[in-house]
Structures are given as structure tokens and as C-alpha cells.
């Protein structure tokens, strides 16, 4: 029809600008996040908390939640045991005595006698589906300091991060820079290590280190809303024990208001990604807000196959859908080849630009920035013998970025730990049977060893 053709062309004008307007959009918050990332983690200045009396600096209690040996477990937990700052205790959180954690632990604890650590057995105590939250609740009733800094098994930090951190979450009355709103949880962004050399290790070591951290860094720089991994989190206690997961605003909370009901770390236990949620829930019901020290969360990274990789990422975007869906479904329109594409069919219509010569120097500059931000984060740049390798790795993770999303985005079933959750409305989970049907039960068949334990014959 004739008529049709005007609007036919109106809509093409519409969607070509879009396109690019997004694009300029993304842009943006990409340059945000590699600019942040130069000026937050190429220097990293020692704290004067460091060499401060245990008098002076204020306690710190250190929750390591385990189960089995962990990649790099020793050296992970040795982190905890060597930070430069005077006034801290450290509990290892079990579910029971036969766990093989506990041989690394008591070594360590050897080691360092100075150290006031302890070991929090779990002994059935349950508090929700979360198996995270239930071993960490003996030591979360027997700590002795309000400020509270929860480590994953599987990381590991630099000595000075402790004091660095202490100084954000609770900074001088004479701070050059005092914050608007006073800071509720001070975080540290995961940069993956690979200890063994499998393409899903790579993998996941090229998407934290470059378009992941760029992410991050750049929404936690904008600040328009809670976006924490929880790998490394300090926190107070007394803010937690104030929340209840809800994200309702608590009317009176700049007077000390509280929710009703169950609260503390106990109310996070029906959620899988609790650490999000304790963050988003000391953002939104107390009014707080986040920032990020100097300092990574290094993340190692054990045997990963790819089908380990495409579970792990079916598993946090089917999560995600539950708790943000807005942000779930614009996901893909972030990846460096849908942004792309659109951009260079908005392109080709507006200016005539042929798309094979935009795309060459999209990737080229995406490429560039990605490494960027890798070598702020690494202190330095990819490794000369390791670059061909990182390079195949980085586009494998462009490629399936979509595929994995359409995987995720239909289903609501995940797998942690060799157990099965269905995930409910706001990430809450529940135990879903294990009959390992669909894409989940497919990726737990072809998973060699789910979470990366490996667990060691043990002899009289």
C-alpha cells in the first residue's frame, strides 16, 4: 500500500536512532567503568589503619564459609590470617567435623598462633534453603565485633585490603570526602586467577576480568542502585540485624528503626544470592549506600570446563531474572556483538556505512578497553605468552554470551553444590526435585565436578 510506505520509513528512522542512541548509551558507561578502573586500582595507598594500635582501629570479624577443599584453599585462607591490621578475629564455618577444610584450617591456625581464629561447626542449624547462610550462622551468633567482613572459600586478598576497606565503611571524623549517605557495605571486585588450564576456566577468567568488571565498576561508580557480588563484603552486624530482605524503606531508619518480623542474617537464608540481597536490603530499607576500595577479591579458578561455565552462567542470570527482570532482559543489548550489530545496521541506514567496517572497529576498540581494565585490575597487562590464548578465550565468551542468555531466560531451575533450587519471585528458592530434566539436568550430566571440589581420599 502506498500510504504504508512513509510510516515504513518513519519506523526504520526510529529504530536506526534508538539503536545508536543506545550504543552511545553503552558507550559511556564503558568509558565510565575503564576510567574508574585507572583511577581506583593502579595505586593502592597503605592505610594508616595498618600500623594503628588494636586500641585504635575498630574490631573486625572475619566469617570464611567452607565446604571441602577449594582451589587455592590454603593460600586463600592464609590471606585472612596475614592482614595488616591489629584488631580481628577469623571463624571457619563448617557443617560438621569431617570436613576437609578443617585440616587446612588447623595447619594455618598453627601457623600463625597469634591469630584469634576459630572454628564455628554448624550442627544441623538451619535457617533456610541457603546452604551459605545455615553454615554461617553458629559463628554469626558467637562474634565479638560489629563489623562483619564475609570471604568465599575461594578467594583470596592482598594484607592491606582489611584496613583499606575499615577505612571506607567507617572513615574518620576529619575525612576529606565524607560520603552524603553513610556507607553500609564496602565491597571488592572479583578478579579471576586460573590455576588449571581448561577452556571454561579461561573463559571465565576473560568475562570477569574484562566486560564483568567493567560493568561493575561502572554501575557502582554511577551509584543509581544497589549492584553487589558478594565474594568480599564488609557490613555491620547492628544495619543487618535492622533488615529483613523486604527492600521496603523503613520509615524511622535514621533513627534506628527496624523491620518486623525475622531480621538478620537468618531472614536471607530463603534466598540463594543472599550476599545481592543483604546489599540491596541495606540500600533500600535502611537508605545506605556501597562503595568499592582499592582492592580485589581474587577469585581462583580450579578445572572449569565449559559446560561448568555455562551453568554457572544459566545459574546467576535465572536468579537475576527473578530479582531484577528489567535488568536481565536489556542484558544481551550489552554484549559487544548484539550492541554491535544493531549499532552498525543503524549505521549503514543513517550514514551508509558498511557494516564490515564498523564491526572491525567496534571489536577492535571493545578489545582495547576490555584489556584495559584487565590490566588496572592485574596491575598489569595481559602476559605476552598468555595473550593468543586470552584473546581466543575473550571472543569464545562474546560468541556464546546470547546463546547462554536464551538458555537461562525460559527456565527457572538452577544447580549449586549438586542440589537442585527452583527459583521463585524475588530469588527466594526452593528445593526442586532431581530428576535432571531440561538444560539443568543436561549441564549437571556433562559437569566433571560441579563448583570446582575435588574432594581427596582420606585413610586411617
Known amino acids: 500500500m502506498p500510504d504504508s510506505e512513509p510510516h515504513r520509513d518513519v519506523l526504520k528512522l526510529i529504530l536506526a536512532s534508538a539503536s545508536l542512541t543506545w550504543y552511545a548509551i553503552l558507550w559511556t558507561l564503558g568509558i565510565v567503568g575503564?576510567?574508574?578502573?585507572?583511577?581506583?586500582?593502579?595505586?593502592?595507598?597503605?592505610?594508616?589503619?595498618?600500623?594503628?594500635?588494636?586500641?585504635?582501629?575498630p574490631g573486625v570479624s572475619i566469617l570464611r564459609p567452607l565446604k571441602g577443599l577449594d582451589t587455592n584453599l590454603y593460600?586463600?585462607?592464609?590471606?585472612?590470617?596475614?592482614?595488616?591490621?591489629?584488631?580481628y578475629e577469623i571463624f571457619f564455618c563448617v557443617d560438621d567435623e569431617d570436613d576437609q577444610a578443617l585440616n587446612v584450617v588447623r595447619d594455618l591456625m598453627t601457623k600463625y598462633p597469634r591469630v584469634n581464629a576459630h572454628i564455628a561447626i554448624r550442627n544441623g542449624v538451619t535457617v533456610g534453603v541457603n546452604p551459605k547462610v545455615n553454615n554461617l550462622m553458629t559463628a554469626y551468633h558467637q562474634v565479638a565485633h560489629d563489623i562483619l567482613w564475609v570471604l568465599d572459600s575461594n578467594v583470596m586478598v592482598e594484607p592491606g585490603t582489611l584496613a583499606r576497606s575499615v577505612d571506607i565503611l567507617n572513615p574518620p571524623p576529619n575525612a576529606p570526602h565524607p560520603p552524603r549517605r553513610r556507607i553500609g557495605v564496602v565491597h571488592h571486585v572479583p578478579y579471576a586467577w586460573v590455576t588449571k588450564h581448561a577452556l571454561g576456566s579461561r573463559v571465565e577468567e576473560a568475562f570477569l576480568n574484562t566486560n564483568h568488571a567493567k560493568m561493575y565498576i561502572a554501575i557502582n561508580t554511577v551509584a543509581i542502585d544497589s549492584c553487589v557480588v558478594g565474594k568480599s563484603c564488609l557490613y555491620r552486624k547492628s544495619d543487618l540485624e535492622r533488615v529483613d530482605g523486604s527492600l521496603k524503606p523503613i520509615a524511622d531508619a535514621d533513627t534506628g528503626g527496624a523491620q518486623s518480623g525475622e531480621r538478620g542474617l537468618a531472614a536471607f537464608g530463603r534466598f540463594l544470592a543472599e550476599d545481592n540481597m543483604i546489599a540491596g536490603a541495606l540500600w533500600h530499607e535502611l537508605g545506605l549506600r556501597h562503595d568499592l576500595s582499592?582492592?580485589?577479591?581474587?577469585?581462583?579458578v580450579g578445572n572449569m570446563s565449559l559446560a561448568d561455565y555455562i551453568a554457572r552462567r544459566i545459574r546467576w542470570v535465572r536468579v537475576r531474572k527473578r530479582m531484577v527482570l528489567a535488568a536481565t532482559l536489556v542484558e544481551p543489548f550489552t554484549e559487544s556483538v548484539l550492541a554491535g550489530v544493531l549499532a552498525s545496521l543503524g549505521l549503514r541506514y543513517l550514514l551508509g556505512i558498511p557494516p564490515w567496517l564498523f564491526l572491525s572497529v567496534h571489536f577492535l576498540?571493545?578489545?582495547?578497553?576490555?584489556?584495559d581494565v584487565f590490566a588496572s585490575l592485574a596491575g598489569h597487562p595481559v602476559p605476552a605468552s598468555m595473550r593468543w590464548q586470552f584473546l581466543a578465550a575473550w571472543t569464545a565468551r562474546e560468541l556464546i554470551a546470547l546463546p547462554i542468555w536464551f538458555m537461562a531466560i525460559i527456565g527457572s531451575e538452577v544447580e549449586w553444590r549438586g542440589k537442585r533450587y527452583e527459583v521463585m519471585q524475588n530469588g527466594e528458592v526452593r528445593r526442586a526435585s532431581e530428576s535432571g530434566?531440561?538444560?539443568?539436568?543436561?549441564?549437571?550430566h556433562l559437569r566433571r565436578n560441579p563448583d570446582h571440589y575435588e574432594p581427596l581420599e582420606m585413610h586411617e
Do not use: H
Open 294 to 300: 582499592c582492592d580485589v577479591a581474587k577469585n581462583a
Open 365 to 371: 576498540v571493545w578489545l582495547f578497553v576490555d584489556m
Open 34 to 57: 575503564c576510567v574508574a578502573a585507572r583511577k581506583r586500582y593502579r595505586l593502592r595507598p597503605r592505610s594508616p589503619l595498618a600500623s594503628a594500635a588494636a586500641s585504635a582501629v
Open 437 to 444: 530434566g531440561g538444560i539443568t539436568g543436561w549441564l549437571m
Open 75 to 87: 593460600e586463600n585462607l592464609e590471606s585472612t590470617f596475614t592482614q595488616e591490621y591489629a584488631n
